[in-house]
């Protein structure tokens, strides 16, 4: 009977875990999403939908910033899934290599920007904790993520509009 009690004991904990890390999410991440996301749209809305969408379209032209600034760009301003709707700037040969390179920064943005890929916060902040249980900084951790994934999403942009061409052939 103590091994039946001892095991329920825990199952219950384990959902008293997840309620406790749920609430932390609520009065911490969730306001601040939140308010990145408000601060976005009104970004947005003091350039104008229109002149976002031109400035898109030149860049575009250029290998480096068609897979390192568009890509941040779309994962700031629209989020993921959204974020994938940038593609109508690029030219059709590009649209797989430029959705590798933003489907690439996911993750690394959720450091600086936690409203880009909500989804992914989970291995973030779970790194970030590590880090702050032994004193070290976590703005730190973000940034580097960031600058590795911008690095990281130039080269599989790259390759891929390579591979792609090749196989379109």
């Known amino acids: ?4 009690s001892n095991v329920a004991n825990a199952f219950i904990g384990l959902f008293n875990a997840g309620g406790e890390q749920f609430m932390s ?3 911490g991440i969730i306001p601040l999403v939140v308010c990145l996301m408000t601060a976005v749209n009104a970004v947005i809305g003091f350039i104008g939908t229109d002149r976002v969408e031109r400035f898109c379209q030149k860049i575009t032209k250029y290998t480096i910033l068609r897979y390192t600034l568009l890509p941040i760009l779309a994962d ?19 649209k797989a290599a430029f959705y590798d390179a933003s489907v690439s920064f996911c993750h690394p943005i959720t450091g600086l920007f936690p409203h880009a890929n909500a989804g992914e916060l989970f291995v973030y902040t779970g790194i970030a904790s590590g880090l702050q249980e032994l004193g070290l900084s976590v703005g730190g951790l973000a940034v580097r993520y960031f600058i590795v994934g911008v690095i990281v999403i ?16």
């Open 25 to 27: 999410w609520v009065t």
């Open 154 to 169: 130039l080269i599989r942009g790259i390759l891929c509009e390579k591979i792609f061409a090749a196989l379109s052939k």
């Open 76 to 94: 700031i301003f629209l989020t993921n899934p959204a974020q994938y709707t940038f593609g109508r700037f690029v030219k059709e040969e590009h």
């Open 1 to 4: 009977m103590e091994v039946i």
